[in-house]
T-cell receptor, first 112, second 113 residues
Framework: NAGVTQTPKFQVLKTGQSMTLQCAQDMNHEYMSWYRQDPGMGLRLIHYSVGAGITDQGEVPNGYNVSRSTTEDFPLRLLSAAPSQTSVYFC???????????FGNGTRLTVT | AQSVTQLGSHVSVSEGALVLLRCNYSSSVPPYLFWYVQYPNQGLQLLLK??????LVKGINGFEAEFKKSETSFHLTKPSAHMSDAAEYFC???????????FGAGTTVTVRA
């Protein structure tokens, strides 16, 4: 039972570098989302997808891109990393919107 | 989108004592309501969900939450704290009109022996 798998677990980037955070789920869930977690701020929604080929912006989308070419995968791209993007990133999925989310174990990103 | 307020960023309780974590949301229309728990270095796990079938919702590990429409609240309780309850707890709310789940800032629970 893999559930939601995120890679890498840890990443250090220099300012201006780009990278992709990977997220894959094996539960055939239609809904997938990306959150960032910062101390004292809870989780904030970056982008979400309600199905393959459909994505939309959340609360804090600037500096991030997503795509959903398959049901299973929902990668998050940082276009030009900034120190303000230092955070823990969580991918989550659910069978449908407003169903309980299944979370991955997170990616801890540091931008220097 | 909904706004969610969790009162108290840290709560310290003695083992065996009542745990009470407060959550208030902004909408007057009953939304979807959830409580999640996060253990260190892990993702979030669902504790319970309000489904509108009953105002008192029972979850895992002995937790329950009561939906009070008049107070726009969904407070989480556990009658008797256990050491294993030490974690961070998040209230989350989404309204029935959009797909965006909003989280509170979280409450860290410490359990004293």
């Amino acid at each position: 039972n893999a559930g939601v798998t995120q890679t890498p677990k840890f990443q250090v980037l220099k300012t201006g570098q780009s990278m992709t955070l990977q997220c894959a789920q094996d539960m055939n869930h239609e809904y997938m989302s990306w959150y960032r977690q910062d101390p004292g701020m809870g989780l904030r929604l970056i982008h979400y997808s309600v199905g393959a080929g459909i994505t939309d912006q959340g609360e804090v989308p600037n500096g991030y891109n997503v795509s959903r070419s398959t049901t299973e995968d929902f990668p998050l791209r940082l276009l030009s990393a900034a120190p303000s993007q230092t955070s823990v990133y969580f991918c989550a999925s659910s069978p449908r919107i407003n169903s309980p989310l299944h979370f991955g174990n997170g990616t801890r990103l540091t931008v220097t | 989108a909904q706004s969610v307020t969790q009162l108290g960023s840290h709560v310290s309780v003695s083992e065996g004592a009542l745990v009470l974590l407060r959550c208030n949301y902004s909408s007057s229309v009953p939304p979807y309501l959830f409580w999640y728990v996060q253990y260190p270095n892990q993702g979030l796990q669902l504790l319970l969900k309000y489904t509108s079938a009953a105002t008192l919702v029972k979850g895992i590990n002995g937790f329950e939450a009561e939906f009070k429409k008049s107070e726009t609240s969904f407070h989480l309780t556990k009658p008797s704290a256990h050491m294993s309850d030490a974690a961070e707890y998040f209230c989350a709310v989404s309204d029935r009109a959009d797909y965006k789940l909003s989280f509170g800032a979280g409450t860290t629970v410490t359990v004293r022996a």
